[in-house]
């Protein structure tokens, strides 16, 4: 395939060769190797390395350095933790929408406040202040932002995490950056450079995901009601359902790795050198592993999904992820039994123009009784 720098490189869209790419070390994820096949990428120019911080787009032994202060702050215990608060919060979003009364947008009341508040609590970001982030992380998310706009957004963005690492320094708090001050490494501890970048990762990648899939799970579950009606009769379901719809939907259009010398995959030379840009919506709908992979059965045996990757990259904050779904879609059925969409499922605005597939909106209504 040819990106739009002139790069040519690969597609891998098969189950198996997409973990065989994401498993092997011969594969980097580093910045300054990749090409990316998105549009605008080439007016971005060059690709630099990763800043200090930026763990996902690093390889070992850098990004082993990272990943073994991050694991110990994203335990599954922690994340477990959490589910009492995410509970609450969902709740509260409920109660508000309830007085409101119908129809609202689902995005705007319930799936993008949730992870927003979520995230804001464990990185100690004052939820006030969500906007310093929001607004930006759209900006940079956008396929249509000029390079100009992306640029604002990270200075902007990072500028505003180098604050709060300095807030975090003189008066810690219980959360987790605070929690990364002290990071006890070999080498010393996380510079604040380091530590804002971090910040800055986690961030986006804790917010804008789980929003997404929220919203657009709500979607696909109105859209198949005969699943919707098993989600809500057969609650030992739900954490097999929430496997079931990251695969369905992988809402991550792809991500890349670069061959760091020639190897073979799939029968086919790769050559040192030449990125190789992995689809995941492909990968977990190969009807090779997932039978019927267009189809959305919730009592679908899952396993081995990439909808968070796979490897050593694989996402860190998956399980909170999954505890924020498996939380927040029962509780907003069991709230509103008679939810439906308030428009044609052709007229919600899909997020074709990011790079998080998800809605911009979703119109929505149900019986006040």
């Known amino acids: 395939m040819l990106f739009p720098d002139g790069h040519h490189g690969r597609l891998v869209t098969s189950h198996e060769l997409v973990r065989a790419v994401l498993a092997d070390p011969r594969f980097s994820a580093r910045a300054e ?56 919060i969902a709740a509260e979003h409920l109660d508000a929408m309830e007085k409101a009364g119908p129809p609202a947008d689902l995005v705007q009341t319930y799936t993008q406040p949730i992870p927003s508040l979520v995230i804001c609590e464990l990185l100690g970001v004052p939820y006030a202040e969500r906007d310093q982030f929001l607004n930006r992380s759209i900006a940079l998310m956008s396929m249509t932002s000029t390079t100009e706009d992306k640029i604002a957004a990270y200075m902007g963005l990072t500028a505003y995490m180098a604050e709060l690492v300095a807030a975090k320094r003189a008066a810690p708090t219980d959360d987790l950056l605070s929690g990364l001050l002290d990071s006890d490494l070999p080498d010393g501890n996380l510079t604040d ?53 990251l695969r369905y939907l992988s809402i991550i259009p792809c991500t890349v790795r670069t061959a760091l010398e020639d190897l073979e995959l799939g029968g086919e030379l790769i050559g040192a050198g030449e990125t190789v840009t992995v689809s995941i919506p492909a990968a977990n709908r190969d009807p090779l592993h997932f039978a019927d992979p267009d189809v959305l059965d919730l ?47 052709g007229a919600v605005r899909t997020r074709d123009d990011m790079l998080i597939y998800g809605v911009h909106e979703l119109p929505v209504t149900w019986d006040v009784s």
């Open 193 to 245: 450079i380091e530590l804002t970048n971090i910040g800055f990762t986690l961030l986006g990648a804790g917010n804008d995901t789980t929003a997404n899939m929220l919203a657009l799970g709500v979607f696909a579950l109105l859209e198949h009601p005969d699943q919707l009606a098993a989600l809500t009769a057969e609650p030992a379901l739900v954490p097999g359902a929430v496997e079931e719809l």
């Open 299 to 345: 009592h679908r045996r899952t396993a081995g999904h990439v909808a968070f990757g796979h490897g050593i990259h694989q996402c860190l904050g998956q399980q909170l992820a999954r505890i924020e779904m498996t939380v927040a879609l029962p509780a907003l059925f069991a709230r509103f039994p008679t939810l439906r969409l308030d428009v044609a499922p």
């Open 33 to 88: 190797l990749q090409h990316f096949p998105l549009p605008g990428s080439a007016a971005q120019g060059p690709a630099r390395p990763a800043p200090p911080g930026v763990f996902t787009q690093t390889d070992p032994p850098e990004h082993t350095r990272y990943r073994h202060v991050l694991t110990g702050q994203f335990t599954v215990r922690r994340m477990r933790q959490l589910e009492n608060r995410i509970t609450e």
